[in-house]
């Protein structure tokens, strides 16, 4: 599902029970995010693995605008200059096979816009993303992964 919803619960997701945010959450909105996830080749004792660093997306509203940017943070900052600020809660594995995790995630918000009253995050529906296969060549190299999401932003 993709776009923004203003009121209602998700529709048409299997999102398991163990993601659900709290009771007593209304939906801010959903919306559609496209980017990357970006690896850096980190030092795992003798040998070199990838390492998360950072997520680059835009996410777009029912009208197709960017609506939020998603970086380091994680953070989804508003074009309105609201920000939230999340930390993972719980993970569930993907049901597609090369997709990274849905998530729930706790919000700290900044700011006065739409995000200034958003508590949670969800991330599902997810398509690739996943860390690089085999060895990374050098300490400090990065790859940048393709991925999709939905992220629904709860108050």
Sequence with gaps: MSGLLLAGPAVAQDIPAELAPPAGTALIGTFAAKGVQIYRCAAQGSTLEWAFKAPEAQLVDAQGKVFLKHYAGPTWEAVDGSKIVGKVMKTAPAPTTGAI?????????SGTGVL??????????????????????????????PYAADYLIYK
């Design 116 to 145: 200034a009253t958003a508590r949670f995050v969800q991330r599902v529906n997810t398509a690739g993303g996943v860390a690089p296969n085999g060895p990374c060549p050098q300490v400090d190299a990065e790859q940048r992964v």
């Design 101 to 109: 995790p849905w998530l729930l995630l706790s919000a700290e918000s």
